[in-house]
Structure formats: C-alpha cells, structure tokens
C-alpha cells in the first residue's frame, strides 16, 4: 500500500497563528465587556437637622432643599465587534492528533520503505558475492582440474619412456646374455677340446695340477700364460708365513670366469688346512680380476687354480 503524502507543513503554523489569534481576541472581548457593565455611582444626598432645644421655641424654618442633582448622562454604549468564530478545541486537538497520526503513519512508512531497500541491497550484494565466490571456485577448480590433467599426462608419458627404456635395456640385456651364453658355449667346447687334446700327452696333464695350477682351453697348457696368470695371483696375495709352518700345504679353487674375463664366482673345492692361508689366497684371487686372455684372445670360462704359501712360480 502506498504511504498517503503527508500534510504541508505550513499548516501547522498557519493553525498556531489562529489559535493565538483567536486567544487574543477572547481577551479583548472580556476586558471590554467587563468595562462596558461598569458605571459611576449615583451622588450621595444627606439632611441636616438641628434638634430642639425646647419644646416652646419657635419652630425654625426649614432650609431650602438643595437642587436636585443633575442626571448622569447616557452612557454610550460602544459598537459591538463582530464575533469572531470560536475554534473548537477539541476539534482542532482531534485534527492536530490525526494530522500528528498522519506524520507518524508516514515516517513509519518511509522507514519501512528504506528498511525493504536497505535489505533488498544487501541481498543483492549477498547474491553477487555468492556468485563471485562461486565463479572463482569453479575456475580454481577448472585449473587444479586442467593441472591433474597436464600432470597425469606427463607421469604417463614419463612411465611409457620409462617403460620403453626399461625394455630396450631389458632387450639389450637378453641380447646380451646370449651372446655371452653364445660365446661362453664356443669356449666352452673349445676348452673341452683342449682338454681332449691335452689328454694325449701325459706331460700336459701333469702341467695342468703343478705350478700355478691353471688349465685353459687352447693355451691353457702354455707355460707363458701359466707364469702371468700366476704373477698377477701372488701380486694380489698378502700372507706372512708363520715360522713354524711346515711344508707348502695346498688350496684348490675352482674359478668361475665371464666372457670379459672377470671372476663372476670362487669355490674352493679344497683347504690347505691353514683357514688364513685359504682366506689369503681366494683374496689373491679375487684381486686378479680380469684375469688375462689366453693368447687366442679368449676367456677360459673355468679354471682350478691351486696355490700354496710357499709357491715361487
């Protein structure tokens, strides 16, 4: 419902004015009112006698009566004023409380009004702010979204280059094994004919259990590459002899020889029954990796090697 316009303000004034005026006037008329019924008093009359001394005396005459006094003149009665309408009091009190009322009933309004404004702002702004928040979560989450995905594809990218790396080398490694497996097979069998061959002639089947104890495919029979293969073992080889040791006990070791010419395994097959010398010399071993190539350029892929403390050779 729309607020009904209040009443111009210079009707209040306008109101007062009359009322005072109205006031004033009532006054005027009760002093004049009151001056008009008033009028002067009549004059005064007395009589004055002598009284007798005797009775016999003669009678005195009587003074003359004083004039009569004279007769007041009319008093003019003034014109009457008009009579100005008396304002009703309760009446204007009533009209001034509904007026007052009215006031009221409008300010109220008006704060009502501004009140419904004031919130419809702030839900306004409520709602803009909500929608501002709610953009920039979507965004935020649009760009950990774009980011998860940047990243998931770089981790698959990386495991498919890592994947892929680990199966060429995995490849290159098979391939490697075969080939070694390949050319290990090749000495292998070239070491058994060797050994074949040394089986012929009793001197290089008793070369092969002396000196530095060696046995190769081809040269393995070769006093050349027995003394290298034995230099590099006793280089390698830190023992003191205790004084009382007797004798040159032997160890016996089988070792196990890659295609490159490095100790892949040492096993002792037997002790010298002297465990420091036994350590002693397996380090001495141990220490000649790679071992050298027999003079055909090859690896033995085994060799029993036996040593003892006091070997010179």
Known sequence: MAPTRPPVSGGRWKAIGLAVAVHVLLA????????????????????LFTPPVNPV???????????????????????????LAKP???????????AEAERERFANARKETEKQ?????????EARRKAEELKAQKLKEAREADAARKKAAEEAKKEAAAKARKEAEEKARKEAEEKAAMAAEAQREAYVKGLMNQASGAASAGGATS???????????????????????????????PADLSGNPKAVFVVT?????????????????????????????????????????????????????????
């Open 57 to 83: 005396s003669k009678p005195v005459p009587p003074e003359p009566l004083p004039p009569p006094a004279p007769k007041p003149p009319p008093v003019v009665k003034p014109a009457p004023k008009p009579e």
């Open 117 to 125: 404004l004031r919130e419809k702002k702030l839900a306004e702004e």
């Open 28 to 47: 005027a008329f009760l002093i004049v009112g009151i001056r008009w019924k008033t009028s002067p008093p009549p004059p005064m009359q007395a009589e």
């Open 88 to 98: 009703d009091i309760v009446t204007e009190k009533v009209r001034l409380a509904a």
């Open 257 to 313: 020889v890659m295609p490159d010419c490095t100790i892949a395994a040492i096993r002792m097959r037997k002790s010298s029954g002297l465990p420091s010398w036994d350590q002693a010399a397996e380090r001495g071993i141990q220490r000649a990796s790679p071992l050298p190539r027999m003079p055909n350029g090859t690896c033995p892929p085994e060799l029993e090697i036996t040593r003892g403390p006091r070997d010179s050779d």
């Open 211 to 241: 000196g530095s104890g060696t046995a190769g495919a081809g040269g393995g029979g070769d006093s050349s590459y027995r003394s290298l293969l034995s230099s590099r073992i006793r280089a390698g080889t830190i023992f003191s002899i």
